[in-house]
């Protein structure tokens, strides 16, 4: 018994994504079409060589056919996954085991969402039947209640909290406006976060993440053969992912200061990884960023913040792109936007951007850079609420 | 001896102004307040509520339900089975309704007086009526419950003493099924069609029961409408007319009997006679004597504590509950109808808000669960009532975009009195009011209707006075 990990066993070769975009003139085939002819360009290959695909799509369609159809792939094994808003990572985690194992030479991960097809706002999922007698809050509802108990508990004002959180959505913005694929590609002024008109509880329009429409794909094959594709690949150093049994909505001991599941993929990753100071070791961090309260949390929850310290880091540009550990370079799901299925994948694009030095220059990380004095990314993708939770932590590496 | 063993009166806590009324429609209204059913509420709702008041503190399983009311949730379908359910009657017992009219609700309390068994006789109402129209002023919403049996089934507090009825064909109101409007012929053929016929069963009343007037110390006269019962409380022989909550309450349709009985008894003295006079397709006098058991009972909720403790509605919200008015909804996607069986699978669990317990560590889950949250314990919870449980908020929220009849949506997290913990959408407050801390109970209500489906669950509400 044992998650060991599959360290440097497998290796990114190839990866495409669109931009993240309102779509209203491309469906789901047309992204599915984009970032796999992106990838499969990425890494030098035809699509006949990818000998199996997994799909991640939150709503996008039932079953492999969703993607085998519009790439028209040919007698090719094409598996759909969905692990909420985590989908994309997952895809990747079912690609990486399999190509690990030897079933596959070569293998494709790849998600998508139509978001805006629906005419709602945020995200809506047909529920199975059921009795009726099941929450209906929407997602930013339920992280609305972690900024007041994480406030409560280590004793910091409302302002400072309010500060702390529009700091996290002006980081990404910031980021977000340097980056051509992203859907808000504007800074935004704290005094804009700050009055924008409140959602959920405290939460303001700007404290929640852009919902897109986007795809995203990669291209995995065993390390040994990496070199046949790229002479940069990327390396997988880690892959932890965790369904909570939900007992946190249940618990009286729960209080939405933190959120468990995360810490123990964060633990089980950096074992995997090697890792022992993340904060540290890491050139960058594309973090689950849903609302600003959430990323808050979340630097605690990884390990770059002790408790209680993530919102006066956050506060003193620790996380900014010039910062200690950049986190979000690339805009995060706030100004990258937010397409579920894909949304994974994203997070490892910029990592293959970063680690191989092809981020544009107004954004590039120099320690992340080949050459840099680090050398390894991690992406965390969550899906679900507090208390009831999915995590995915990787950690990739040069 | 047998009689009623218990009663409660359900106000909802909602209040609109009459006043409102005129400058908004530039017709109607009057003075004072009338209850109003929450857009979460139904006649089964508030039968419920009722029926919770009445049982509780009171040994007593009834194993028969009859339920009146002029507006129900459903036809072809029975609505007592949902209030059975969620009072977490026997399975073995009759719950049925009764015709949608004022006189059935009286009639299943006589059926009820004259049977056998123990039986809970619960009428609620949700008045109704087009803007600006008399029957939109005057109407309240209300339940109440009597629990009726043997004094071996529990200490009788009115033992009932006689009733004459007299039944009479005349179009004095009526509503077709379904709408919202009812019609009235004129207010003085309703005078004298039914003030004799109330005359006529007051005498053979008192008569049935050897007594005379002179020992009958108050009453209470149900009628369709003020001048009516107005009329009718002057030709009881003097006897003292109690108030009937018209400024306050309304006229609960329905639930008027019931509730209008369950004032009269708040108020007696054991040893006292009292009579409920209730003028309705024809009418029927019942009357009871109050005993020393009365001494000591007390409803969960009298009727003058909910009347004081109601809470305002603006006008234009409350053509908004009652469908008069369409507002605007969140862009957010309605929900779709609950599946049947899954249900009534849950039925324990969605009706009676009944979880389980691990007897191992204590632990409660909501919903009722296999597995502890551990892991380790399969199959050995116990079913825990959670319906009664009051708790407090730990922490909340307002959710401006989630799906609601009626948004924002405040919700909370709610940890129950001798443990348990559940996230719970709240009631009967403004969004300013929810705070860390607050206390909360539970109350049955419609989360929403979908494909003509009630969705029935429990919400939290703030414990108020009373």
């Not at chain 1, 409302?158 to 996290?168: F, N, T």
């Not at chain 1, 960058?284 to 960023?289: M, N, T």
């Not at chain 2, 005498?203 to 409408?225: F, I, K």
Request: overall charge negative; aromatic content about 8%; some cysteine.
């Amino acid at each position: 018994m044992g998650s060991h990990g599959i360290k440097d066993r497998v290796a990114i070769v190839g990866m495409g994504c669109t931009n993240f975009v309102e779509a209203w003139d491309k469906g789901l085939d047309d992204m599915v079409i984009e970032s796999a002819n992106a990838a499969y360009a990425s890494a030098g290959i035809e699509k006949d060589a990818v000998d199996a695909y997994w799909l991640g799509t939150a709503n996008g369609g039932m079953s492999g056919i969703t993607l085998a159809r519009p790439l028209q792939l040919q007698n090719k094994p094409v598996t759909r996954v969905e692990n909420y808003c985590a989908t994309g990572s997952e895809a990747l985690r079912q690609a990486s085991y399999a190509v690990a194992s030897g079933a596959y030479d070569i293998a494709m991960a790849i998600g998508v969402e139509k978001t805006k097809d629906g005419g709602f706002q945020g995200l809506n999922a047909v529920p199975p039947p059921h009795d009726g007698t099941g929450r209906t809050l929407t997602a930013a509802a339920m992280f609305s209640m972690v900024a007041p108990a994480y406030g409560a508990k280590y004793g910091v004002g409302a302002d400072k909290m309010r500060e702390a959180m529009a700091h996290v959505a002006w980081k990404n913005h910031y980021n977000g406006a340097r980056n051509s694929r992203a859907q808000f590609r504007r800074e935004v002024s704290v005094e804009t976060i700050v009055n924008s008109p409140k959602l959920a509880g405290d939460l303001g329009v700007f404290d929640c993440a852009g919902v897109a429409d986007g795809s995203a794909a990669a291209i995995v094959v065993r390390a040994e053969d990496a070199h046949r594709y790229t002479d940069t690949p990327l390396f997988i150093k880690a892959l932890s992912f965790i369904a909570g049994n939900g007992s946190g909505v249940t618990n009286p001991d729960y209080d939405y200061t933190n959120f468990p599941e995360i810490a123990a993929t964060a633990v089980d990753a950096y074992a995997q990884a090697g890792i022992t100071d993340p904060r540290r070791e890491l050139a960058l961090a594309e973090v689950h960023d849903c609302f600003t309260i959430t990323e808050l949390v979340l630097m605690e929850d990884l390990g770059f913040s002790e408790r209680g310290a993530a919102w006066r880091d956050e506060l003193e540009g620790v996380y900014d792109l010039d910062g200690e550990l950049p986190v979000n370079p690339d805009g995060g799901l706030k100004s990258f936007g937010h397409p579920v299925g894909a949304s994974g994948l994203r997070m490892m694009f910029e990592a293959w951007l970063q680690l191989r030095g092809e981020a544009p220059p107004e954004r590039q990380i120099e320690a992340a850079k080949p050459g840099g004095d680090r050398s390894m990314a991690l992406t965390h993708n969550l899906g679900g609420y507090p208390g009831e939770m999915v995590s995915f932590v990787s950690i990739l590496g040069r | 001896m047998r009689g009623i063993i218990s009663f409660a009166a359900y106000l909802p806590y909602r209040r609109l102004d009459r006043s409102q009324i005129a400058p908004f429609v530039g017709q109607g209204g009057g003075k004072g307040t009338r209850t109003v059913a929450s857009y979460d509420e139904d006649s089964t709702t508030m039968a419920v509520e009722a029926g919770r008041l009445a049982l509780r503190g009171r040994d007593v399983t009834p194993t028969q339900l009859l339920f009146g009311t002029t507006f129900p949730a459903y036809a072809d379908k029975t609505n007592a089975t949902a209030v059975h359910a969620a009072l977490r009657l026997p399975g073995d017992s009759l719950a049925l309704d009764l015709g949608a009219s004022v006189r059935s609700a009286v009639g299943g309390l006589v059926l009820a007086l004259e049977g056998h068994g123990t039986s809970l006789v619960v009428s609620a109402d949700v008045r109704t009526g087009l803007p600006g129209s008399g029957e939109e002023s005057s109407g309240g919403d209300a339940a109440a419950a009597l629990v009726v049996g043997d004094e071996q089934a529990g200490p009788v507090v009115a033992e009932f003493l006689g009733r004459a009825s007299v039944s009479d064909e005349f179009i004095e109101r009526w509503r077709v099924p379904g709408e919202v409007r009812t019609k009235t012929w004129d207010e003085k053929f309703s005078e004298i069609s039914l003030v004799p016929l109330g005359v006529r069963a007051w005498n053979r009343a008192l008569e049935a029961a050897g007594l005379t007037a002179n020992d009958v110390q108050a009453a209470a006269v149900s009628a369709p409408l003020a001048r009516v019962a107005k009329s009718m409380g002057g030709k009881l022989d003097g006897v003292h007319v109690i108030d009937d909550h018209a400024a306050t309450v309304g006229n609960a349709g329905a639930a008027q009997p019931a509730l209008l009985l369950s004032a009269l008894l708040e108020q007696a003295e054991p040893g006292q006679v009292v009579a409920l006079v209730v003028l309705a397709d024809g009418a029927d006098v019942l009357l009871f004597r109050a005993t020393e058991a009365l001494g000591t009972y007390r409803p969960a909720r009298t009727i003058a504590e909910q009347v004081a403790a109601g809470g305002p509605l603006p006008y234009g919200k409350f053509l908004a509950w009652r469908g008069m008015l369409q507002v605007e909804p969140p862009r957010r996607p309605e929900p779709g109808r609950i599946s049947a069986v899954v249900a009534a699978r849950n039925e324990d669990w969605k009706f009676g808000f009944v979880g389980s317990k691990n007897p191992e560590t204590g632990e409660i889950h909501m919903p009722p669960a296999r597995v502890s949250s551990d892991g380790l314990h399969t199959d050995e919870m116990v079913p825990v009532v959670m319906a009664d449980a009051q708790g407090t908020v730990v922490t909340f929220t307002i959710d401006r975009m989630a799906y609601s009849p009626s948004p924002p949506v405040v919700f909370a997290v709610v940890d129950f009195d001798g443990g348990g913990r559940l996230p719970l959408e709240l009631t009967d407050l403004d969004a300013a009011e929810a705070a860390i801390g607050q206390r909360v109970e539970m109350t049955f209500r419609k989360l929403f209707t979908a494909d003509g489906i009630v969705n029935y669950f429990w919400k939290g509400r703030l414990v108020r006075n009373g």
